[in-house]
């Protein structure tokens, strides 16, 4: 019995300690970061936004964002059925500035 109590004993006191060291290795991280801050501020750099074309895929019309070849977003409407000029500017790509601006067109091509 003495012995399992010794065994117990010992082992919250090794896990005592290494809670104990692992606060104190976490602490001693925090006390330097202000330190290490004042050495290397952080730069912001700003992105630029991501360029979103309005254009057709597989002859659907389709928004494609980046520099990618394949659209981010294919919807079910077929670029066939608009006029011809509307067809002839989705084929060169609309560029598209806002979501507000990508609602408003495809408002009008889908109506």
């Avoid at 010794?6 to 330097?32: I, Y």
């Avoid at 991501?50 to 520099?67: D, R």
């Avoid at 979501?99 to 109506?111: G, I």
């Amino acid at each position: 019995m003495e012995h399992t109590f010794l065994t117990t004993a010992a082992a919250l006191a090794l896990t005592a300690a290494a809670v104990v060291g692992a606060m104190a290795f976490s602490q001693s991280f925090a006390k330097e970061e202000p330190h290490l801050a004042a050495e290397n501020p952080e730069v912001s750099v700003l992105e630029e936004p991501e360029e979103m074309v309005l254009g057709t895929f597989e002859g659907k019309l389709a928004l494609f964002v980046g520099k990618s070849p394949y659209p981010n977003r294919i919807f079910d409407f077929m670029v066939r059925t608009l006029p011809l000029e509307d067809q002839s500017r989705l084929a060169e790509g609309i560029k598209i500035s806002s979501e507000e601006e990508l609602e408003l067109l495809l408002e009008d091509f889908m109506s």
